[in-house]
C-alpha cells in the first residue's frame, strides 16, 4: 500500500509541473492562470520533497546538504494564491497592487529554516561558529513542526475569505460555469484544510509526533494535497478555455436601454464619487459601488466607450493631474506626490499612462501648458 501511494504521490508532481508550466504561459486568462499556476507549483514542490526522501534523491551528501538550504516547501503563500486567482478570474482588470503583495509577506515563516541553516554553514567557514550541527537540526526539525500552525491557519482563513467574496460575487453576477468552479475550488479547499488539521493536531503534540509519522507518515496529508494537484490542473486549465469560448459566444452589443443608464452610474462614480482616487480600485469595487455587473461595466465601456477598465479610470486620473499641475502651489510638489494624490499606485505606472493618453511627458506638458 505504502508502495501505491508513493506512486500516486511521485506523479502528482510529474503532472503538477507539466500543467504548471502550461497554465502560466497559456494565453487564457493570463493573470489569473499565472495565480494558479504558481499554486499548483508549490503544491507539487512539497510533494516532489516528499517523493525525494521516499526515493532517495537525496542520498547524496551534497544533495542533502542543498535541500537544507534551499526552501522546497514554501506553503505561506497558497491561501493567497487562491484568493488572487479567484478574484482575477472574476475580474479581468485586477492588478497585484502593493497592498496585495502584502498577502505574501508571511512567506518569511517558510524560510526560516533554510535561513538557519545557511547562517551555520557561512558562520562555520567564517570561523564564527563551532561546527557543531546538533543544535541547529535540533532547532531546525521542532520548528518546521510548529511552523505547520500558521501554515494552516492562513490557508484556512483565505479560504474564509474566498468563500465570502464569491458569495458577494454570486448576489451580483449571474451563475455560470466559472462561478460552480470557483465555488468548488473553495470548497475542495475547506475540505483539506479539514484533512489538515485532523492530522495536525496530534503531530504538533511532541509526544505524539513520532508516534503520526510512525504510524501514518505523511499519506494522509499528501494524498490529498496530489488530488489537489489532479483536479486544480486539469479542471482549471480545462475551465479557463471554456470560459474564453463562451465569452466568444456570448457576446452581444448591449441596447441603448442598458448602457445610457450604466454610463450615468459610471459618471457618476467618478466625477461625483471619485472613485479613482482609490489606488487599489477594481473592477468589482465599481461593480459593487453602482449595483452593476462587473461584465455590463466591461461591455459598456469596450462597446461604447472603446476604452477598457484601467484606460477608463487612468484618463480620469491623468485629468486631475493635469488640473493640479497648472495650479499656483505645483511648484512646491513634486510629480510623484501629485500623481499618488490622483489615484496613481506608482510613480512608474503614472509616467507610462500619462505619456500614452499625453504624448508627452508631464515636464513636457507642463512647459506647452504655460507656453500657451
Known amino acids: 500500500m505504502e508502495r501505491l501511494f508513493q506512486t500516486i504521490i511521485l506523479l502528482g508532481v510529474i503532472q503538477g509541473f507539466i500543467v504548471s508550466g502550461l497554465l502560466f504561459f497559456s494565453v487564457k486568462k493570463r493573470r489569473a492562470n499565472r495565480f494558479l499556476a504558481v499554486l499548483i507549483f508549490l503544491l507539487s514542490m512539497a510533494s516532489f520533497c516528499l517523493s525525494g526522501e521516499y526515493h532517495q534523491w537525496f542520498g547524496s551528501p551534497w544533495l542533502r546538504f542543498f535541500s537544507q538550504l534551499v526552501p522546497l516547501i514554501v506553503a505561506m503563500p497558497l491561501g493567497p494564491l487562491m484568493y488572487f486567482y479567484i478574484q482575477s478570474f472574476t475580474d479581468p482588470e485586477f492588478k497585484l497592487t502593493p497592498q496585495r503583495r502584502r498577502h505574501f509577506w ?16 557561512v558562520g562555520v567557514l567564517l570561523g564564527v561558529l563551532k561546527n557543531h550541527p546538533q543544535p541547529w537540526i535540533i532547532f531546525i526539525d521542532t520548528y518546521n513542526v510548529y511552523s505547520d500552525i500558521p501554515r494552516w491557519i492562513s490557508l484556512a482563513t483565505y479560504t474564509g475569505l474566498s468563500v465570502r467574496f464569491l458569495a458577494a460575487y454570486k448576489r451580483s453576477n449571474p451563475p455560470g460555469a466559472g462561478l460552480r468552479w470557483l465555488q468548488q475550488l473553495t470548497w475542495l479547499f475547506a475540505g483539506f484544510s479539514a484533512i489538515w488539521l485532523v492530522y495536525l ?65 459610471l459618471k457618476k462614480a467618478m466625477e461625483e464619487d471619485q472613485l479613482f482616487l482609490n489606488a487599489a480600485l477594481t473592477l468589482q469595487m465599481v461593480a459593487q459601488h453602482t449595483g452593476l455587473p462587473s461584465k455590463t461595466i466591461s461591455a459598456v465601456l469596450n462597446q461604447h466607450l472603446h476604452k477598457n477598465f484601467n484606460e477608463y479610470v487612468n484618463g480620469y486620473r491623468v485629468n486631475l493631474f493635469k488640473e493640479k499641475l497648472l495650479q499656483e502651489e505645483a511648484d512646491q510638489l513634486t510629480f510623484t506626490g501629485m500623481a499618488y494624490d490622483c489615484g496613481f499606485s506608482s510613480s512608474a505606472t503614472f509616467q507610462r499612462v500619462f505619456k500614452q493618453l499625453t504624448g508627452m511627458s508631464p515636464s513636457e506638458f507642463r512647459k506647452s501648458a504655460l507656453q500657451t
Open 201 to 265: 493536531v496530534p503531530y504538533v503534540i511532541p509526544r505524539y509526533t513520532d508516534v503520526m509519522l510512525d504510524k501514518f507518515d505523511w499519506y494522509p496529508v499528501y494524498v490529498p494535497v496530489t488530488i489537489l494537484i489532479y483536479w486544480l490542473g486539469i479542471k482549471g486549465y480545462i475551465i479557463s478555455y471554456q470560459e474564453l469560448v463562451t465569452a466568444k459566444k456570448t457576446e452581444t452589443i448591449l441596447p441603448e436601454s442598458t448602457t445610457a443608464p450604466a454610463v450615468m452610474l
Open 106 to 121: 508571511p512567506v518569511v515563516i517558510d524560510l526560516v529554516s533554510p535561513v538557519a541553516a545557511i547562517i551555520f554553514v
